[in-house]
């Protein structure tokens, strides 16, 4: 079956320090997509980061960077120098075979404290 | 700007009632989404579209029904069907040649029964 696992429900992080947010995944696809939410109390998602699984290089994007370790089935959201902005839930996200659909896991509440 | 709006923002339906949750999107997408958010889960996927007068059951279709008369368009009626309604409702869509990549959301429809 394929899923996603956060395993963390909630982190917090001192303003400009780097966090990790974990996120793992199931799917015996050889092709397939990772992606990072941002979900702040508005409630709008907001796209952050999205590593293919023939990507070389872990993918980067400003302050965030996606750590894939393909043979472990990691996915996690590296977030540095945090700013109190950063204060929201975040979900990772599988699409299988690159297709149009997501799986998405529970979610990390990150709490950023000046 | 291109982007997608729900509406209303904020919606009460008395038990027995069907209501419906309007999407509207100005992104030439072809695949729009319904996805339901209840507290500490992810989104999980109720319907979807890829095609005008064409939808797909997602993983919890029952209790719902949609409509795609016009490719703008993607509204989603919660049925009397439905025995646990109340939850956030974000609605999604991309342009297929994207693949997952180019998801937008909305900004999401908190329905509840009162």
């Known amino acids: 079956a394929q899923k996603i696992t956060q395993t963390q429900p909630g982190m917090f992080v001192q303003e400009k320090e780097a966090v990790t947010l974990d996120c793992t995944y199931d799917t015996s696809d050889p092709s397939y997509g990772l992606f990072w939410y941002k979900q702040p109390s508005s409630g709008e998602m907001i796209f952050l980061i999205y590593q293919g699984s023939y990507d070389q290089q872990n993918a980067t994007e400003g302050r965030y960077s996606l750590n894939f370790q393909k043979a472990r089935k990691s996915a996690n959201l590296v977030i540095s120098a945090s700013q109190l902005g950063d204060s929201a839930m975040y979900f990772c996200?599988?699409?299988?075979?690159?297709?149009?659909?997501?799986?998405f896991g529970t979610g990390t509440r990150l709490q950023v404290f000046p | 700007d291109g982007g997608i709006t729900q509406s209303p923002k904020y919606l009460f339906r008395k038990e027995g009632q069907n209501v419906t949750l309007s999407c509207e999107q100005n992104?030439?997408?072809?695949?729009m989404y319904w996805y339901r958010q209840d507290p500490g889960q992810g989104l999980r996927l109720i319907y979807y579209s890829q095609i005008v007068n064409d939808f797909q059951k997602g993983d919890i279709a029952e209790g719902y029904s949609v409509s795609r008369e016009k490719k703008e368009s993607f509204p989603l009626t919660v049925t009397s069907a439905q025995k646990n309604p109340t939850a956030f409702y974000l609605c999604?869509?991309?342009?297929?040649?994207?693949?997952?990549?180019?998801?937008?959301f909305g900004s999401g429809t908190r329905l509840t029964v009162v």
């Open positions: 992104l030439n997408h072809d695949a």
């Open positions: 996200a599988m699409s299988p075979r690159n297709t149009d659909k997501l799986i």
């Open positions: 999604a869509s991309i342009s297929l040649r994207a693949g997952g990549k180019g998801y937008t």
